[in-house]
């Protein structure tokens, strides 16, 4: 324990995070970690884990709760900034490289370059910089730093020669923190014992010393949601003790893995990494001495290709089932255009397959249409071949012979598998078929590989006959020792796909007898570390996983989760040996976590009992698309029986009733069961951070519910923008993340409904203003970029909204907390929802756009609100599709995609007058006659160089009561000017109109 600080004497000091967060710049570290994917310091642990929370998210969340504030903000910000080496300093750690004196000389102006720099031979340079190094005469000169410039000096220094970009350009350029974890934070700790009081040296050291200042010990952090551990690995590895529980066992080895695997030491790392070769080695002699993997001329299988095959009941030959015939499509040089051609074989009524290689583009093209096809969206998919001239068409549904049950509902003629099946049966519907196999070659260097596909022959079928013996003798065995799943699958929504397309009912169904074979043999390895490479290598290596003819220099087998569905497919690439431990042991990052302190990691409900915490940051599954519960199963199934000693007190189940999911009655009940559990386990000066995506309206008032009913009050809000553009185009949903900040509720205040709405209106205003004015202080200080964007401001805005509700047990005499959890009627607006809106609109009203009158302003609907706003955004330069849904909603603008041009995620942009062109007019829009469209339309018939006069007569039209109502021309006027400020830069030729149209108006003479 350290002696420089005093215990308690932070007991009740405010937090950092309840004041104030750099948001902006946060989102834009934590959307660089996202765009790492598997450079992500976690993901190798197991990327079929989607939803993973930002380290450097969840590290300002631990900090910010830590950290106190003081009377100055402003260095309160800086502070943070620099333990979050987001400021100038930590820069030049995290860029690419140093600069050498001799460019600093070259660049800086240096009034005497020897406070800094020793010269050799001296007397040849002048005294001060710039140097000019193309003079002769200084060739000679060698310059260093001088031994007694502290690095604080020198970081100092050199932070003057990165470019003058903003925030984001500069990150992307750099490294992230946690890349450089070791030196980026070394000058940082004079500026930040100063501000605070400590004396600390590194992180663990100041986590430490906070830690007994608040709560007189190292402060305890619980994640009770811990899914793959992001929470508590960064927890751990700033130096909190941790307590991490998910109800799934899968995502607890994950978060064990986390702690233990890659947080652990450097020797215990190694030695786990020696004794997995170990297992891989004696795994590798059991293939040679089956001879089940050729070796031909130094050539060694990488992957074995598979497809459905199935008897055409018209011509009554056997089909292979192959969605393209194509198998490598050339992207690299090495690679080549490879196609497979079915050969007629009527004797056998069967089609013989050959691979060409090397073939024309045109061949490529013909070839992308194999025997599956479909004739487009919502068309059924069928069966395609052709005998002579005659073309044969069977729908896929047909040949799995789908019927309506008595039930009404779809069932089929497929046989359901049996636990012993590993294969189809002969008289099966889908039967399975070998049709390529990709070969590798080390070249001469023995760096490079040279790839080919080569068709079947007769030695191949040998080996598959060797395969399907062994895992036959051996299967029973494997299952009853747990290598292998003997488990059944559970009917579900994701779960039910491979039981109705294939008939496949236990887990193990999922996998050929190569794939069943291969983690057999590794599987018989129980140690965490063989645990997590087994889930790593079922994900990678599985019936359902894609041959993707593209990517990978030539082509690649997919995981099974790179979306989150059990999708069963016609074709699919088995890996080798080889390919396969390649996964299977694949390298993790080591990132030693703060050692000797505690961490524990259970397998519980969030409901049940938890141990003690100072802090809780969670993430549970808010509206959550991922059926974690479901999809996990195909892990559990084969770790469940026989897992790692270090995982065996688990429940290897996935307990699929205890989850929470969805966002309907029982969701609700569980998070207020779960949250009021984890109130009940904090202390008085305990807090929490709860995250959520912010996806629909109604969150705000479930959340204040959930707040009420666990007894927790709501001291602030954060919105940081986590999306990355890939996760918009899978049309996930995952797009930012809402930190709700919460104490315990004490007392048991009252108020009524008309006071409050005073209230709310008090702290909202102060919110906003207090942010405003950080931003100006900010400012005048040292930088140029906002801290806060207006949709902070406006989040902020919720926030103080939940700050006064979350404040009082009572409303009107109404219990919250019963109120909270009193089932819902569909369509009924609750209490609490009209107290959001009520605060939502008040906070919306102090975000008038500069250039547009209050009076005005209030007049304006939601869409015209929408556009002006973001206009204004725009103008200064923000693209992030966030922002618009952000105030879409907030404005209750119902289709807001209509209104933009562009909805890239970092690239939107509204859309221009032109753009709209006669559109957005009619009664069926959210513009229809309002001022903002008419004036928009007149624009574009200005751009057009439609006649003035014509002009004016369209925009009378289009206003309504343009002549009753003088306000309304004066409107018009304001929006054209405004526009033509704001388009300026973004459209000079829609400025110079929107300047001519309000010339026109306001010169119009009526009457
Ligand atoms: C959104 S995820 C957490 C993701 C995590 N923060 C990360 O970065 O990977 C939510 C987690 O809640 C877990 N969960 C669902 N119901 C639960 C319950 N009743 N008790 C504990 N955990 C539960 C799920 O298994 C899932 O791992």
């Not at 990978?552 to 040996?577: E, I, K, P, W």
Request: glycine share 6%.
């Amino acid at each position: 324990m350290s002696s420089a600080v005093t215990p308690f004497s932070l007991k009740d000091a405010p937090a950092l995070i309840e004041r104030l967060l750099p948001v902006q710049k946060l989102s834009t570290e934590a959307y660089k970690e996202q765009m790492a994917g598997s450079g992500k310091t976690l993901t190798a642990l197991g990327s079929y884990w989607k939803g993973r929370k930002p380290l450097i998210l969840n590290k300002a969340c631990i900090l910010g709760c830590l950290l106190p504030t003081t009377d100055n903000p402003a260095r309160d910000l800086e502070i943070f900034e620099k333990l979050m080496a987001m400021d100038d300093e930590s820069f030049v750690v995290r860029w690419k490289s140093r600069p050498k004196p001799r460019e600093i000389l070259a660049k800086l102006s240096i009034q005497n370059i020897e406070d800094y720099f020793q010269v050799e031979p001296t007397g040849v340079l002048p005294a001060s910089a710039p140097i000019d190094w193309s003079n002769k005469a200084y060739e000679v000169v060698k310059v260093k730093w001088r031994d007694d410039i502290c690095e604080l000096e020198r970081r100092r220094l050199e932070a003057q020669m990165l470019p003058k970009t903003s925030y984001r350009e500069r990150v992307d350029k750099a490294q992230r923190p946690e890349e450089v974890m070791e030196t980026v934070h070394e000058h940082i700790w004079g500026a930040v014992n100063m501000h605070l009081g400590t004396s600390a040296k590194s992180f663990p050291e100041l986590i430490e010393q906070l830690g007994i200042m608040r709560y007189g010990h190292r402060p305890r952090l619980a994640d009770t949601f811990c899914g793959s551990g992001q929470i508590p690995f960064e927890a751990a590895r700033i130096g909190c003790d941790v307590f991490a529980s998910d109800l799934n066992p899968v995502a607890c080895m994950l978060t064990w893995g986390a702690l233990n695997i890659v947080g652990a030491q450097k020797n215990t790392f190694q030695e786990m990494e020696r004794t997995q070769q170990q297992v891989i080695e004696d795994v590798h002699s059991q293939i040679e001495h089956l001879g089940i993997e050729a070796t031909k001329e130094g050539w060694i299988p990488k992957v074995f290709l598979y497809c459905v095959e199935v008897r055409c009941p018209e011509s009554g030959w056997m089909v292979p089932l192959l969605p393209s015939l194509v198998i490598s499509k050339q992207r690299s040089s090495q690679a080549r255009n490879v196609i497979a051609e079915l050969i007629p074989n009527p004797e056998m009524m069967r089609y013989d397959i050959d691979l060409r290689s090397n073939v024309s583009d045109e061949e490529l093209q013909k070839a992308m249409h194999g025997t599956v096809r479909s004739d487009g969206r919502g068309q059924e998919t069928y069966m395609f071949h052709k005998i002579g001239a005659r073309d044969y068409q069977t729908k896929i549904s047909t040949l799995r012979g789908d019927f309506r049950n008595s039930e009404g509902t779809t069932s089929n003629k497929l046989r359901m598998w049996e636990k012993s099946d590993f294969v189809p049966r002969p008289d099966d519907i889908f039967q399975e078929r070998l049709y390529a196999i990709q070969w590798i070659r080390p070249n001469g260097s023995g760096r490079n590989y040279s790839y080919e596909f080569r068709a079947v022959d007769q030695s191949d079928l040998d080996r598959e006959i060797i395969v399907c013996d062994f895992v036959r003798e051996n299967l029973l065995k494997w299952q009853e020792f747990g290598a292998v799943p003997d488990m059944r699958i559970e009917s579900g929504y994701n779960t039910d796909q491979p039981i109705r397309e294939r008939g496949w009912t236990y887990w193990h169904h999922l996998f050929n007898p190569r794939q069943l074979l291969l983690a057999a043999l590794l599987n018989q390895d129980k140690s965490p570390i063989s645990n997590i490479g087994i889930s790593r290598l079922v994900n990678a290596n599985s019936r359902l996983s894609r041959w993707d003819n593209v990517s990978g220099g030539g082509g690649c087998v997919q995981a099974v989760f790179d979306n989150q569905a059990l999708n069963t497919l016609f074709n699919y690439g088995c890996r080798s040996f080889r390919s396969s431990t390649r996964i299977y042991a694949k390298k993790v990052n080591s990132s030693p976590v703060f050692s000797g302190k505690q961490r524990f990691v259970i397998s519980s409900s969030a409901t049940d009992r938890n141990v003690g915490f100072d802090l809780a940051i969670t993430d549970p599954p808010y509206g959550d698309a991922v059926k974690y519960e479901e999809i996990l199963e195909f892990f559990i199934a084969w770790l469940r029986k026989n897992p790692a000693k270090e995982f065996a007190d688990w429940v290897w189940d996935s307990r699929r009733a205890l989850a929470i999911k969805g966002e309907d009655e029982d969701f609700r009940r569980g998070m207020v069961a779960s949250y009021k559990q984890m109130t009940e386990c904090m202390p008085d000066n305990g807090m929490q951070v709860i995250m959520f995506t912010h996806q629909s309206g109604g969150i705000w008032a479930d959340m204040a519910n959930i707040v009420w009913a666990s007894g927790l009050q709501v001291t602030a809000a954060w919105y940081v923008v986590t999306e990355t553009e890939s996760a918009l185009r899978d049309g996930n949903n995952v797009k930012g993340t809402v930190l709700l900040v919460c104490r315990k509720r004490k007392g048991h205040h009252k108020t009524t409904r008309d006071d409050l709405a005073w209230e709310i209106q008090e702290e909202v205003d102060l919110q906003v203003r207090e942010l405003t004015g950080l931003n100006q202080i900010a400012k005048g200080l040292y930088r140029d970029e906002n801290v806060f964007e207006d949709a902070d401001i406006q989040m902020a805005g919720y926030a103080a909204a939940l700050r006064v509700l979350t404040r009082y047990a009572s409303i009107d005499g109404r219990d919250m907390a019963a109120e909270a959890i009193r089932p819902r009627v569909q369509g009924e607006t609750t209490f609490v929802d009209g107290l959001i809106t009520f605060a939502v609109d008040t906070a919306n009203q102090c975000l008038v756009p500069h250039g547009i009158q209050k009076s005005h302003w209030e007049k304006l609907n939601g869409a015209e609100r929408f556009y002006l706003k973001l206009l204004d955004l725009e103008a200064r330069g923000s693209k992030t599709i966030d922002n618009y849904q952000n105030f879409a909603k907030a404005f209750k603008v119902r289709d807001f995609q209509s209104f933009l041009a562009s909805k890239k995620a970092n690239a939107a942009r509204l859309k221009s007058a032109v753009d709209f062109g006669r559109t957005e007019m009619s009664e069926g829009s959210e513009l229809h006659q309002s001022v903002l469209r008419a004036v928009l339309y007149a624009i574009m018939e200005l751009v057009k160089e439609v006649d003035s006069a014509e002009v004016l007569a369209h925009l009378m039209l289009n206003i309504p009561d343009y002549y009753g109502n003088m306000t309304q021309r004066d409107l018009a006027v304001e929006l054209a000017d405004y526009l033509a400020k704001h388009l300026e830069q973004l459209r000079p030729d829609e400025a110079a109109a929107a300047r001519i149209l309000r010339e026109l108006v306001k010169n119009q003479r009526l009457g």
